[in-house]
Nanobody, 123 residues
Framework: VQLQASGGGLVQAGDSLRLSCVAS????????MSWFRQAPGKEREFVSV????????HYRDSVKGRFNISRDNAENMVYLQMNNLVPEDTAVYYC?????????????????WGHGTQVTVSS
């Protein structure tokens, strides 16, 4: 599966952004989908994951209550709604797909990655 993320930009603290990720292929609905992010000089970190049917989600603690992940299997899309952004959210955001069971948070569990979209939050 090929992934393409979009929707990043430069915003001010407190603003919102909605990231989108479109997947190619006819088997999108079998994949667990995640968002990761990587800030300059830091390791890639888990942000959120959604189950294949969209019924279960999981978030890193720092984004709970601010971010919401969703998916539309009919459109091969996964979204990350980001509200009340803070400068610490500044990073390149990547969508990723995993065929492994469970809601995985390790980058190694994901076989497919998009190219990333830059999110910059100014204070």
């Amino acid at each position: 599966v090929q992934l393409q993320a979009s929707g990043g930009g430069l915003v001010q603290a407190g603003d919102s952004l909605r990231l989108s990720c479109v997947a190619s292929g006819r088997t999108f609905s079998v994949y667990r989908m995640s968002w990761f992010r990587q800030a300059p000089g830091k390791e890639r970190e888990f942000v959120s994951v959604i189950s294949s049917d969209g019924g279960r989600t999981h978030y890193r603690d720092s984004v709970k209550g601010r971010f919401n992940i969703s998916r539309d299997n009919a459109e091969n899309m996964v979204y990350l709604q980001m509200n009340n952004l803070v400068p610490e959210d500044t990073a390149v955001y990547y969508c990723a797909a995993s065929s492994l069971p469970g809601l995985r948070t390790s980058p190694g569990a994901y076989s497919y990655w998009g190219h990333g979209t830059q999110v910059t939050v100014s204070s």
